[in-house]
Each structure stands twice: as structure tokens, then as C-alpha cells.
């Protein structure tokens, strides 16, 4: 297919190569069972073990008469996760298409929903975004605390937030995307960006998650709180939280300078604290 596809399938990849075959594969008939002209964008974010080279092979091999094609979207410098997908809703915005679906490369995210995703949002054109959202939740009892008080956070310091049990895996329009694209570099969460930025209603589509097919996520507690911080920022919550805070010590009478001496002595203890950790699960 050539021409403007009415959907893109935007995916970010890194040190993905073992699995690029069965993610194109899979998305190829996601896409085809959609019955719209579609793209599948996936923007290998520099990655060192040959996943652009898996990428290029999989056009070669996309079968001669199905519908659509595969675009790999190559980054010369590692972005993150984030600016991987934002180079690839960029490559779906240059393309003029109509509906965007955002997924996971690692197949966590299966793209059998895309279809889901898809007619969800054909269905309701107010909808500004449709999220896939956990049918079941398995994750450590950190992590589901984790996310309660960080949607607890958004929420207080006057930002939205993503429905219950969202990820990065839903589908936009043009207009959402643009928005996302528009934002500062930042190692940041997509979903609530989404929820942050979305100008109508947002939807939801139930799904099972799979784990990862090599093991635990390579972000690890600290990139997750990295990320968080920068959802934050760039949500605006962290500048209103910062106006809080300030409005709070002038009230309790703590001066930025004893509150600055405070955070040097507490940082380098935190940090240590995670690098014990490190060392124990690696048994060192």
C-alpha cells in the first residue's frame, strides 16, 4: 500500500532483534483485521544488537499482496522510550494519519487489541483517546502502590489521569498527537501525558497483558521514577506541587536554604540505599 494510511501502528524498539519477526508478524494481521490502509511505524531507538538490520529484513520479507508495509523509523542517538515513540508518531503525523495506535515493542502489549483500540475510537469521534487498560492486575504489591499514589499525585495537583490500569498502549488522533510531539525531550511516562493533554472524553478496552519475553523490565525502580518525575513536569503537576511546597515552608517558616541543606544530606543516603540493593540482587 502506498499513499496516506488512515491508521499508523506506532512501536518503540531497543535491543528487541529476537523478537522483531513474531511483533511484525502479528501486528501485520492486527492491522489487516482493522480493514483500514495502515502503516506500522517502529523506531528502533539506536539499538546495539541489530534490531534495525531485523527491522529492514522484516520489509523485505512483509508478504507480496497483504496489506499495508512496515516504515522502521532509525534514531542515530538513543532517546529513551519516550522519544523513540514520539519519533514514530512524528513519521505518523508526516504521513497524514487519521488514527494513531501507540504499543509496546516487547509484546507485552499484544497487538491482537489493536482492532479493539481501533474500533472504540471509530465509534465515538469525540473520544480523544481510547486506553487499553489491565483486565487483571499481577504486579508486585510496590508496584500497585506505586501507581495508586502517583495517580494520587496527578490528580491533587490539579492534573488528569490515566484510567485504572493504562499504559502507553492506546490510539489517538492527529491533533493529540501533535501536542505530544510539541513537548520538550524528557524521560516521561506517555499515558498520562495523554490524560494531561487530551482536549475530550477518554475511553477504555479491557486486555490481558503479557510479560516480558526476556525477563523483568529493563527500566528498573529508579528509570520508573525518572519517568514519573518527568510525567510530572511535563504534565505541569511538578510546577504546581513546587508552588505548594513554597506556599507550605513560608507558612511553617522553613527557608530554602535549611530546606536545599536538607535535600543535599537526604539525596547521597537515598542514592546509597538504592545502590546496596543493586549490589544484593546482583549477590555481590
Known sequence: MQGTPVLAICAPMYREAAIVPEFVERTRRAGAATGLPFVVYVADDASPDGTLAALQAAVDAWPQGSPGRLQPVPLARNAGQLGATLAALRAALDAGAEHIVVLDGDLQDPPETIPALVAAACADPAVAAVFAVKASRRDA???????VGYRWILRGLGSSAPPAGAGAFCVLGPALAARLVA?????????????????????TVPYDKA???????????LGLAREAWGSWVLAGAAERGAALVAMAMGALGVTAESASMALAA???AVVAVAARRRRRAAGL
Open 141 to 147: 504489591l510496590w508496584m500497585r502502590l506505586g501507581v
Open 183 to 203: 513537548l520538550p525531550p524528557q524521560q516521561a511516562n506517555l499515558a498520562p501525558l495523554v490524560a494531561a493533554l487530551a482536549d475530550g472524553p477518554l475511553a
Open 211 to 221: 510479560e516480558r519475553y526476556d525477563g523483568p523490565s529493563r527500566v528498573g525502580v
Open 266 to 268: 537526604l539525596v547521597p
